[in-house]
């Protein structure tokens, strides 16, 4: 089998040896021909057994590791995994689940899903899958065992969070769609909301729906808040048809250009605005990729929208996949996208396979229609900035170690309906505080670090500072218990985010963010003031 493999390798090779030498690229022929005959030596020579497919795709993430990060190889063991990210949908069970304890923990369920039908909830352990254990096993391996053709049967014995017998399962698994939109409605009275968290398919034909809804529900709208936050992207087309809703015909939304300059093309809209008039905020943060800077960076640089937040993502390459056969793929950066004012808002160092901000100072300056100036390299800049709220150290700890997951389950079960989203509220914050001590929930702060790291170094050169870190260790116990009563409205709302997700799936979930989100008081804010809406175009 693998003398067969090495044959086939060096036969493929010399076919591009060969076409690539007429085509007058003796550098890149050289190459291929030095990289088989490094496979060659190894596989015929090397002191241990290698596996043909494990040193191929070691051998292919070294290459295209060496470019920008969204280039990638998909061998046909995850291409299963991959399609959520390129399609939004994807073949399963239709629930979100981590690792916990050792075992697959459920973490959410999808609304319509096999799932939900199944009456697995979050905080559910899976025990054994198919009757094999599921213990110490990866998430990737257990996506791979979990993913299957729809109709197919899956048998589960599930474990519910807090009870100690197990019960079985047979789940059918089914293709699942995960909703564009999932939650739209009013804020405030008159401002309508839609929150948009992956450009799939259908994606702009949903938001049409939702305004014409929200008209239907209130004709006089004073604004919209577009919510791209933490959206990833997902497919250009969609992100062209949102900006026709808000664009007259023939106005440019995006230009993709690359090497093959034939390939390079314009997009621009194409229909008469369902609303050209509405002001418009569209809601970004340093999560907002690709196919959503395409969108509020054309609205801005149009000046149809006013962009508020934090810095995006900075992901502004196009990636298109290659069949390279035997079920694998490669996504690869054919070009850039440049939108209106013609600058590209692709982030051009990376660390660690991450966007750097680049200072203001070192991008260049482009102009909206209206000539404010905006810059490219680095994602889009809001024309707002709103503070980017960072965790404290506890609240990352309770979402670090699931507490809250966990607490809804233990808190909700035996329950079998909740009051809507708009009338549930959660009151008693005494059974978390419990909760959290059965739990033996604790953390350690960077503070708690850094004194382990002197009494270690303390030691080691012989003085005893054991009584002077004991005073600081209680000051900071002092201060933790602090922190639980100083962010109790804060956990309080993801508390009641959980709770809501377990009836109402995402949808309740974000009904019960927008009531304490500053980002959507500050949008609301601004679409109240028409004059302070108007001078954010003349750069006022």
Known sequence: MKRSFLLALIFIFSLGFTTLLESDSFEVSKNLEIFANVYKELHTSYVDELEPGTVMKTAIDAMVSSLDPYTNYYPSSIIEAQRFEMEGRYNGLGARFTLLDDYPTITEVYEGSPAQKAGIMPGDQILRINGASAKGKTEEEVRAIVSGFPGTQLDLEILPFGESQSKKLSVLRGEINIPNVPYYGLVGKDIAYISLTIFTAGAAENINRALQALRREKPELKGLILDLRYNPGGLLSEAVNICDLFLPPGEEVVSMRG?????????????????????????????????????????????????????????????????????????????????????????VRYENGQPVDIPDEERAVFHTRRGRKVLDGGGITPDIRLPDLKKSPLIQALEDQYMIVKFAAAYTSGLDSLPSVSEYHFTDWPAFEGFLQEQNFTYETQAEQAIHQAEKAAEEEGFDVSRETLALRQKIQEAKEQALKDNQALIVSLIEKEIAKRFYFQSGATEISLRNDPEIKSAIELLNDPQKYEAVFSGN
Not at 262 to 276: L, P
Not at 282 to 296: D, F, G, T
Not at 305 to 310: H, K, L, N, R, Y
């Open 259 to 347: 090497k093959v300059r034939d390939r390079d093309r314009v997009f621009k809209t194409r229909r008469q605005a369902v609303e050209g008039d509405l002001p418009i905020v569209v809601l970004i943060n340093k999560k907002s990729a690709s196919a959503s800077e395409i969108v509020s960076g054309a609205l801005q640089d149009l000046d149809r929208a006013v962009v508020m937040g934090q810095r995006s993502f900075g992901k502004g390459l196009v990636q298109n996949v290659r069949d390279l056969g035997y079920n694998a793929r490669l996504k690869l950066t054919t070009a850039k996208y440049y939108i209106p004012s013609g600058r590209c808002i692709q982030a």
